[in-house]
Nanobody
């Protein structure tokens, strides 16, 4: 079993930056792939970014490529999502997820564990 707790969300102006964190406990963190998803009001949850257990495989949604960066710190059992050049359309609840095989994937159903989410609001 893995517990995930997101933090770092908040209100930011367009063009600003935020860094989300996701702290994991339970199973050996280094064996997990980690992903970030988001859900905007009235929309389905969508993939944002993912990183494999080794960090060698990283995936991004086209909508965030070049602006967001996913990373992991195995010593701290934490994954991060650095978000730059934020836009109003990035407003959503952001969820951290863990995948037990260690393989980065865009597929929501492949993830075994989910956090509760953190709100990101981009508005002037």
């Amino acid at each position: 079993q893995v517990q995930l707790v997101e933090s770092g969300g908040g209100l930011v102006q367009p063009g600003g930056s935020l860094r989300l964190s996701c702290a994991a406990s339970g199973r050996a963190f280094s064996s997990l792939a980690l992903g970030w998803f988001r859900q905007a009001p009235g929309k389905e949850r969508e993939f944002v970014a993912a990183i494999s257990w080794s960090g060698d495989s990283i995936l991004y949604a086209d909508s965030v490529k070049g602006r967001f960066t996913i990373s992991r710190d195995n010593a701290k059992s934490t994954t991060y999502l650095q978000m730059n050049s934020l836009k109003p359309e990035d407003t959503a609840v952001y969820y951290c997820a863990a995948e037990g095989r260690g393989i980065a994937t865009i597929l929501e159903f492949e993830y075994d564990y989910w956090g509760q989410g953190t709100q990101v609001t981009v508005s002037s």
